[in-house]
């Protein structure tokens, strides 16, 4: 009888520690408890606006919201592509300008202090402050909202990528040195690879900022997108348009996340 | 390659006047093709010591030769080979690309530098040439790191405690791999342990260290042998000899 008992265990269903640490097999995974938590939240969302009777020029309910996102399809469309695109090419300018900096104060360590100073300076200052000097000096077209977009992404790349950079493996560093390399090949073949997890941590941090800072840019001053399309139902009260480009924010927010992880998985796959 | 030093002192530069100082006055001679074992208390110099040789370190205070020329010297002309406690490989490469990649950096041909395949085959790790090393054992990631410090052909090997990580099993095959590669390509060895058995079972001379700051207390010929046997009267009386030695005041000298 114990015996029986005992072979009824399920040990044998355990193939790894992974297995156990990620929770029972058959337990729900990570992306169905956060679709869950989201429809609960707006199942709450819809059924307090209904017993309430919220004013949509206050709170609209989440099926008007998603009923005004389908009737206006192309335009929010359209919009869309225009600031996912600012954002991303912004996150492009800021990524590329924070690495580079990274790259040369790792290579001339004296000129850290200055050009760091310079980048908390440019770092502190109000975004919406520079925003509108941006559309004065460059016009209601992209490049102001790019350029917007890379000012504020570029500080989490540059600062993540110097901690990187600076703190390789002094074992493979004294390796590579024990075969007179030259500085340039410690970076190249040690420092560069070993800061590539702290450059995607950045990346997470940047990429949902890349979305603000093409909002905020066209919300000062623009001919498209989705930020001007919030700025024209925020000034007519309209709530379901502004809420809709909310929602298609957030859901790019969540899109660009995951994507930066999944190709993180990809390329640091030596680590976790 | 033999090595020479001549009164050679270190000290770390510490924050404003203070330094300190890791090595007292150091004199000593190492033959070509000689495996000397350094061993010493912790925190001794032994690492330091090892560093000036291999160039890691400047020789400010005193004189080191390595077959007549400065250590800088050497390293520009790919003669040393350097493994340290960990085996430091680049996970992001496979296998035989982090041997190849000291090859890369050290392009020149060397004499009788083997190819990345031999390496692999020496260490017993051809089938594993494409993996990386985070799906590696722990011993296995240290044969890694054996065949890239032969991959230059250098005629001096600078071990810093290569095998301390191990657990003793591996450690000891380990160490016979590197006695027979010693004896095959006959490099000067210089090799530093913590543990009393490693030294006696490896080298041909024992340096014992005092605490910091290090000096040589003891300069110990080993005239056992090969393969040395634990259980044998002399391997014991060696150890007993070099315990002795250890646990000696740093102001005994006991030269040989």
């Known amino acids: ?272 | 390659m033999n090595i020479q030093l001549h009164q050679v002192s270190y000290s770390y530069p510490g924050r404003g006047q203070k330094s300190f100082q890791a090595l007292r006055p150091i004199q000593l001679s190492i033959r070509a093709g000689e495996f000397v074992a350094l061993i010493g208390p912790s925190g001794c110099g032994k690492s330091t010591l090892l560093r000036l040789v291999a160039g890691l370190l400047q020789v400010r205070e005193g004189k080191l030769l390595l077959d007549g020329a400065a250590p800088l010297h050497a390293l520009a002309r790919k003669k040393i080979g350097w493994m340290a406690q960990s085996p430091a490989l680049m996970p992001w490469r496979t296998v035989i690309d982090n041997i190849i990649l000291a090859q890369k950096i050290n392009p020149q041909p060397d004499g009788q530098r083997l190819s990345a395949e031999e390496l692999l085959e020496m260490v017993g790790l051809e089938k594993f040439r494409l993996a990386y090393p985070h799906t590696l054992s722990g011993g296995m990631q240290h044969r890694v790191a054996l065949a890239r410090t032969l991959a230059l052909g250098a005629p001096l090997w600078l071990m810093d405690e290569p095998f301390a990580s191990l657990d003793e099993l591996t450690r000891e095959n380990l160490s016979a791999e590197v006695l027979q590669l010693w004896a095959r390509f006959t490099p000067t060895v210089l090799w530093i342990t913590h543990s009393i058995y490693e030294a006696v079972q490896l080298a041909d001379r024992v340096l014992v260290m005092s605490p910091s700051p290090g000096e040589i207390v003891a300069d110990v010929r080993l005239e056992l042998p090969r393969p040395r046997l634990e259980n044998t009267r002399g391997y014991l009386a060696q150890v007993t000899r070099l315990r002795r030695y250890l646990r000696s005041n740093p102001g005994e000298r006991g030269i040989q």
Do not use: C
């Open chain 1, 1 to 272: 009888m114990q015996k029986t008992r005992l072979e009824s265990l399920p040990v044998s269903r355990v193939r790894d520690t992974s297995e156990v640490i990620a929770g029972r097999p058959g337990a729900p995974s990570g992306l169905v408890v956060a679709l869950g938590l989201v429809l609960a939240v707006f199942l709450v969302w819809e059924l307090l606006t209904r017993l309430l009777a919220v004013p949509v020029y206050i709170l609209p309910a989440p099926s008007r919201i998603l009923q005004t996102l389908a009737q206006n399809g192309q335009v929010y469309l359209e919009a869309s592509l225009l600031t996912l695109g600012e954002a991303a090419l912004g996150l492009v300018l800021g990524a590329t300008a924070g690495t580079g900096i990274a790259l040369l104060l790792g290579l001339w360590p004296r000129l850290e202090q200055g050009v760091m100073t310079l980048a908390i300076l440019i770092k502190s200052t109000p975004l919406v402050a520079v925003a509108p000097l941006l559309t004065i000096w460059l016009g209601f077209g992209v490049l102001p909202k790019i350029i917007i977009t890379g000012l504020l992404t570029f500080f989490p790349v540059l600062v993540n990528m110097l901690s990187g950079l600076n703190t390789a493996d002094p074992a493979r560093l004294d390796t590579l040195r024990s075969w007179h390399a030259s500085r340039w090949e410690l970076l190249r073949f040690v420092r560069l690879p070993e800061s590539l997890p702290y450059f995607f941590a950045a990346l997470k941090v940047s990429g949902p900022l890349a979305l603000i800072g093409a909002v905020v840019a066209e919300w000062t001053g623009a001919s498209g997108g989705l930020g001007r399309l919030m700025w024209l139902a925020y000034t007519n009260l309209n709530l379901p348009y502004l809420f809709s480009a909310v929602f298609i924010l957030s859901t790019a927010g969540i899109l660009i996340y995951s994507g930066i992880q999944w190709v993180e998985r990809k390329l640091v796959f030596w680590e976790g």
